[in-house]
């Protein structure tokens, strides 16, 4: 059983960066599917980017972030960078044990970003 701790998030104003952690235990993720998803007040989570062999991002946000692991410290990075109010949210880490299925058994408990204008 995988356990995912985020963290790293905070308020930052509009045009800045912050860097996001998941530190896995219990497992590890260098066979894991992982990916960050993040929830808006109101709306649906969405995700923000994966990374499964290859890196894919939202469109919201690519070339603005970048999402990288260290399977060997099994940790996982969201680099954030020009942010924008509408990144607000509460940030998700979540892990996919098959890369075949790509569904997301594992997920932490979330970590706040909220970039003010």
């Known amino acids: 059983q995988v356990q995912l701790v985020e963290s790293g998030g905070g308020l930052v104003q509009a045009g800045g960066s912050l860097r996001l952690s998941c530190a896995a235990s219990g497992g590890t993720i260098s066979t894991y599917a992982m990916a960050w998803f993040r929830q808006a007040p109101g709306k649906e989570r969405e995700s923000v980017a994966r990374?499964?062999?290859?890196?894919r991002y939202a469109d919201a946000v690519k070339g603005r972030f970048t999402i990288s692991r260290d399977n060997a410290k099994n940790m996982m990075y969201l680099q954030m960078n020009s942010l924008k109010p509408e990144d607000t949210g509460v940030y998700y880490c979540?892990?996919?044990?098959?890369?075949?299925?790509?569904?997301?058994?594992?997920w932490g408990q979330g970590t706040q970003v909220t970039v003010s204008s």
């Open positions: 990374s499964a062999g290859t890196t």
């Open positions: 979540a892990a996919a044990p098959s890369w075949a299925t790509m569904r997301y058994d594992y």
